[in-house]
């Protein structure tokens, strides 16, 4: 069973940065398995927005509204995720949630598919309030 634990969030300004962790574990160490990591977001009243993806280093989509603002990576030793937010924005206010999905080491997709992949996991969220 994989858990995740973001932290990092909390108030800035507008055009001010944050940057979100996100520990994972009971990661399975099984080579056929792989897993899509991702962020979602949360806005009150609002469905869950897939923000950001990786799949692998250097292989992340972005959903528009954060592209060039955003940026995923992972550090696998310590079995950890980031989101580095910059020039943030009143709408960037909401709930941000980290996500694993294990997948096959044959899976040739990109783990957004425009934005629905469906993620197994998720954690209880960190929030992220932006005031001007």
């Known amino acids: 069973q994989v858990q995740l634990a973001e932290s990092g969030g909390g108030s800035v300004q507008v055009g001010g940065s944050l940057r979100l962790s996100c520990e994972a574990s009971g990661v399975s160490t099984y080579t056929h398995v792989r897993y899509c990591m991702g962020w979602f977001r949360q806005r009150p009243g609002e469905e869950r927005e897939l923000l950001a993806v990786i799949k692998a280093p250097g292989r992340t989509t972005y959903a528009e509204s954060v592209k060039g603002r955003f940026t995923i990576s992972k550090d696998n030793a310590k079995n950890t995720l980031y989101l580095q937010m910059s020039s943030l924005k009143p709408e960037d206010t909401g709930m941000y949630y980290c996500?694993?999905?294990?997948?096959?080491?044959?899976?040739?997709?990109?783990?957004?598919?425009?934005?629905?992949?469906?993620?197994?996991?998720r954690g209880q969220g960190t929030q992220v309030t932006v005031s001007s």
């Open positions: 996500a694993a999905d294990p997948v096959a080491v044959s899976y040739g997709g990109d783990c957004y598919s425009e934005g629905g992949h469906e993620y197994h996991y």
